[in-house]
């Protein structure tokens, strides 16, 4: 199922043999996967199986006991946060890390910071060019604010937003970055079909439009199911299935482990 | 209607300093009310009004701008602390307000020719010490025998406690005694790796330049590092009662350097205090404490101020209000001989005190107090620090004081005015 | 050797009293997530009611035992910190749930000066004496071992043997698992505590009346050792590196903590500090909190800061 | 509804934040003893401060109630404290899980039962909790900071059910949970209710799940209730089909169509 | 109903991005600074200006540079006395021993060396976070108090450790009367002011405050957690050793380390907290609130006890100032957690909803 006019690229991202352990629980044991260029990646599984962790060894907040990450080309034992921001790489969080104190504008002009040019002395005085540089960004926000739609908020201190509208404030910090790939960690997450239906037009028209590769976590078997172009399925750190979203609904062990027998 | 000669009281009532505070202060308001019972300065009535200081230097500076203008200009100001001093210093220039500092303040502000408006009257630190050294030298009989011996220096970390480091420093060149420098952080409540220093060092002397709680903490440790109290001398603002009196008999045997005075309960102006201002219900705080010994510098500070207006009146005219200005001149030209001490009250109290253009400290004789367990009792003669010493110290100082501010020294002329 | 020996036991000993005020701060925090800024403003206070009333309670009710007067005076004085403490909650603590740290730390600062203010305003701003009978002159120990003997103070040890002992019970009561894991449990966060039935509001006068209680002993201790006065209230300010050092949040760990500072800030002062002029001791020990920090950035014994998304 | 049997009563409640927002502008709502009643609604309608606004947990976010009243059985709570509350049997399972982070999950589940004498009993409550998330009882002595996501959410949810209520409100519990979790929860909720009569007021976005169980529904929207009615009736009407259950025309659409008819429409790049 | 901006449309982001995008608060900001600078030389009093005012401006500036470290930048400290007093001492020693150097240079100096102390107590809030980094700074504080008490060059070997400073003038202007004083200081103050808000609503600005609210994210969309921290502690330090050396020159003109003790550290804080954390103009009001309160309470409660009567001493005058004063503060932070800024901005929040209730 691939909407027309849409080709998968070359793997974009490619994750080899990752482990990682806290103590005494194994919440990633030899994870491999790989991501292709344009495509939506979907990453299931039930409670604890480690889906969040792997976000985090990719996004280097986390560092894996063993393994490799290989983003085009380039591979890393673990990657530091910066060099994945700078390489292109944005993501979402599960618990939501918005900066509480900020507004909706102010969060998400901070994924604009890494293109920031104008030194601190330029910004303190803010004449010319450091005035410039900020409006230019602000137009981009601005645009990000309108599509998510949700310019009635702008100013508003995101702590006071209702948590969906949160969610929506994370997804637009994240594509200030103008990211080549997307993680996507439970984005839909408390709330309702037509809200989700929002959020997914969001993400497949980046998708769409920039190409963005998107990797996503996602409980709501109908959003997987319906946007995904492949998935991966993990057990408690174990990878049980991964393929189209038809051949992993009819995975038996991803059926038992995971979907229970309603779906 | 006449004006008023208005006192600003710069006092510290509260806080960590406050059981040393609050004496001096009743001491230096119950004198200007007998001022005023016994018919005012030739008949000019004394105004007063107190601002809390806390001994902080900010909020000092804040009262000194509350109070200066207050009544026509204020007399003088007494900031009772070392630190106010110091900046109160650049300020009264400015504001033509002399500034009486009995007993603390800068010692090289003891020259007239460059510290026009202060007047460290009665003495400061470098009198003290020196005063301090000749008595223990005394004791050991003779400056000779003061060779080889250790004198530990235990002080408040400020520029009051370091301000006899000079003078110590230059005997010890002289008289090859070893001194040992303690300095102990405010509030002084911390003071156990002192006395641990000193019982491990054994000096053979110590020397105690505190203020407030540090004084009672530094006798209570003593006591309990077994340190002989009767060794241990402190300066004038580490001997007076509250110092020792929640010690008691760990304290017994301690001396103190009294700024002439010490606690004076049967001299004529502490009687006059009781008869006419407390006596009357008037007094500001209990009457216990009256004739105690800071209570009496509280006195002495306030008749200084007084004497200098009286002073200015007898130039600028008997019975009329004086301006700072006069006053300052009146306070650089204090003779303040024994009779007019007597017919004061306090005869026996302090020796005459008379000022110059060149010394606006007026006085150098001092005497040791100690500690019986019960109350302060002299234990020495009088001593009179030895300028020959000091003179050239002070000189220098201000010099380099004079030449950092760009300032010159006043001329001939400019001492007639 | 006698010599260092002889330090290394004074800084124990103090170290002691140290985490005795320290344990104040750390009951608080643990149980609330409040720095209690007013720590040393209750030593303060208490101390105050404690000197006063014995002075005053003999004259009121007219009585000459100097011992009975001292405990009486002990328990009035504890029934004052207790209504501190409800007070506090009443007043503030119930009106700021759920607030920042920074707010609560700010709420704290206006007790402290309340308290302060109070204080002296009741009981008065001069030096006061509290005699619990505690013996002054040091003793002289193992004088044959080393030249010059080791020179121990009473008074120093009851403090110590006493600090000891009320540490070791709040160690108890913390470790008795039902109120102690509520305790905790405020202190992560206060709305869920709420949420499932921990009445916060009793919780904290507990605990105010109980870090009280501790800083009435601090008080009692620190008071007869410097006489009850206005900057008694500053031993809080010593005590802070201690609370840093073991953790904001272990009951040992301000014992530990104590013993270390103690030690360290009287160790240095001794041996370092003539070389560099002396009055070392408040920033050593500072930064021997700051270097311990570097490694535990918790503290020694604090619980582990949670960092994560 | 038969008056009689109501055990709470919220009527006509309006709340404001920090003195100045106005989010709850007269919400009335009864909830049955032993029902499950389902508050719907979009994102920022009011559910979270209405459940708020019941346990009396608004304090701590500086709303407060201004207008209306709530009773429980018949006796005005506005003024009870939180802890008062859970003594008499309301509990609330927060939105955003707010477990205890330091503590480890046993430890969280075991405060939950702070309200609860006897060992015995709230052992066996421990290990029923367990019964229900097996996955709780493998990681008990983990940091709850430390687990999950849903993790914390079965750990939030289990503490609750550790103070034995009468009353659960229960903040959109199916959040960040598996599917057959979410299933689990609701089958939880069915079997407390129906074998030990505990009453539940459910926010829940989850609209279809929480229709197939509840018994009665409210829908919010900014601040108001709009629509209410038994569940099974909510179920069938086109507008909580449309919106609600994403059931334009009886079909369930397909996330991946729904964006062609409305793309043009907002995305301006 | 004056106070709305319906009808204020925007129709730049320049527009939208100025600092205040109301019209009406534009207009009295501007009025408020014209008469700070025409209006209050005019009619202000010596002991105004010299006892409130001037230390309102000083402290104002010390509490806005706090503001940056702690208020943004989520890093508590307690060294901005030790940063005021390196602030104070380096400009001090540049003054004595640069021959010639113009006192605004040697001010600024001083700033400069207090950046770069601030940067290196600022290293260890790479690692150590929260109270735990608060005592961090604190042996910053203690460290600094103890080495201008001992080192005696920075005190140029004056005896008593005590050093001081006059004929303060500026490129041949005497700054000499007390309003040229407050004058002087106003111009830091205002330029230091609009720099800082500069920087704290561009991207550093939104560094800091990301790294404040949830460091783990800030680093995931690329914000160096070191560089933040550092340049909030450098920036922060810079203005606070300004202020420090203002405190100096201008306010006391001689001082000792104890002017910049930890009690300092303390209040600075205080005013921040009390005034709004992350809010320029909380700055102002937590300066105000702590420096002229006391002040004010000071004065007024003689007159208070007059009236009713009862003459009270004062002993019990600065008593009841400080029960008053923590009365009060704990009453503000009941009413508004974050702070006055915030109160002030909920206020006007409500003026623009006035006359309807919502
Ligand atoms: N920092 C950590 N320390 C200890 N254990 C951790 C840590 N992070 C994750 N874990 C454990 O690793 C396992 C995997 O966690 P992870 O957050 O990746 O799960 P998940 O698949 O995202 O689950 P969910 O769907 O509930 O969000 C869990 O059991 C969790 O408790
Ligand atoms: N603490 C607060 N301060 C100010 N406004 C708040 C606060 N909490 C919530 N609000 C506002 O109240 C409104 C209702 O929020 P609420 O959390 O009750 O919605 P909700 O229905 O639970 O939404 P969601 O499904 O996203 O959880 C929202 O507009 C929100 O912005
Ligand atoms: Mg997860
Ligand atoms: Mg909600």
Known sequence: ?263 | QQQEQFFPVLVYRTGAYAPNGVPFANGYVDYLKLVNANGGINGVKVSFEECETGYATDRGVECYERLKGKGGGATVFQPLSTGITFALTEKAPGDKIPLITAGYGRSESTDGNVFKWNFPLTGTYWDAADVLLQHVSKKEGGWDKLKGKKIALVYHDSPYGKEPIPLLEERAKMHGYQLQLLPVAHPGVEQKATWQQIRGNRPDYVFLWGWGVMNSTALKEAQATGYPRDKMYGVWWAGAEPDVKDVGDGARGYNALALQHGAEPNSKVVKDVLEKVHGKGQGTGPKEEVGQVLYMRGLIAAMLGVEGVKRAQERFGKGKWMSPEQVRWGLENLALDQKKLDALGFAGVMRPISTSCADHRGSTWARVHTWDGKQWKFSSDWYQSDDAIIKPMIKQAADRYAAEKKLDRRNAADCQS | MGYFLETLLGGLMSGMLYALVALGFVLIFKASGVFNFAQGAMVLFAALAMARLAEWLPQWLGFQNAVLANVLAFIVAGAIMFAVAWLVERLVLRHLVNQEGATLLMATLGITYFLDGMGQTIFGSDIYKIDVGMPKDPVIVLESTFQGGILVNKEDLYAAVIAAALVALLTLFFQKTGTGRALRAVADDHQAAQSIGIPLNRIWVIVWCVAGVVALVAGVIWGSKLGVQFSLSTVALRALPVVILGGLTSVPGAIVGGLIIGVGEKLSEVYIGPMVGGGIEIWFAYMLALIVLLFRPQGLFGEKIIDRV | MDSKNIVLNVNGIEVIYNHVILVLKGVSLQVPEGRIVALLGGNGAGKTTTLRAVSNLLQGERGEVTKGSIELRGDRIENLSPAELVRRGVVQVMEGRHCFAHLTIEENLLTGAYTRAGKAEVEASLEKVYGYFPRLKLRRGSQAAYTSGGEQQMCAIGRALMANPSVVLLDEPSMGLAPQIVEEVFEIVKDLNVKERVTFLLAEQNTNMALRYADYGYIMESGRIVMDGPAHELASNEDVKEFYLGMGGGQRKSFREVKSYKRRKRWLA | MLYRENGQFKTSYRADLQIFPIVQDRWAILALVVAAFVLVPMVASDYMFRAILIPFLILSLAALGVNILVGYCGQISLGSGAFMAVGAYAAYNCLIRIDGIPMVAAILLGGVFATLVGIVFGIPSLRVRGLYLAVATLAAQFFCDWAFLRVKWFTNYTPSGSVSVSNLNLFGWRVETPAERYLFCLGFLVIFALLAKNLVRSAIGREWMAIRDMDVAAAVIGIRPMYAKLSAFAVSSFIVGVAGALWGFVYLGAWEPAAFSVDRSFQLLFMVIIGGLGSIMGSFFGAAFIVVLPIFLNQALPAVGDLVGVPISTAGISHAEFIIFGALIVWFLIVEPHGLARLWAVGKQKLRLWPFPH
């Open chain 1, 1 to 263: 199922m691939q909407a027309p006019g849409r080709r998968l690229g070359e793997v974009i991202l490619d994750v080899r043999n990752i482990s990682l352990s806290f103590g005494g629980v194994k919440a990633l044991a030899d994870i491999s996967f790989d991501v292709r260029e344009h495509e939506i990646r979907a990453i299931i599984g039930p409670n604890g199986a480690g889906k969040s962790s792997m976000l985090n060894c990719i996004n280097g907040v986390y560092q894996p006991q063993k393994g490799s990450i290989t983003f085009r080309g380039k591979t890393f034992q673990h990657m530091k946060s910066r060099q994945v921001a700078q390489m292109g790489i944005a993501r979402t969080f599960q618990n939501l890390a918005l900066f509480k104190g900020m507004s909706v504008l102010d969060n998400i002009m901070t994924g604009r910071n890494l293109r920031i040019r104008s030194n601190i002395f330029l910004q303190a005085l803010r004449i010319g060019p450091a005035e410039r540089e900020e409006i230019r960004h602000r137009e981009y926000v601005e645009r990000i604010i309108d599509f998510l739609e949700i310019q009635a908020f702008r100013k508003t201190p995101v702590g006071q937003l209702p948590y969906g509208l949160q969610k929506r404030v994370d997804l637009g910090r994240a594509l200030a970055m103008e990211p080549q790939v997307l993680l996507l960690d439970e984005p839909m997450a408390g709330m309702n079909v037509e809200e989700k239906q929002d959020m997914c037009r969001f993400v497949l028209d980046v998708n769409d439009e920039f190409g963005t590769t998107v990797v996503l976590i996602e409980h709501d078997m109908g959003v997987v199911m319906d946007i995904s172009d492949r998935v991966v399925v993990l057990d408690y750190g174990r990878k049980i299935g991964d393929g189209t979203p038809d051949e992993v609904r009819n995975n038996p062990d991803v059926v038992k482990a995971y979907l229970g027998t309603s779906h």
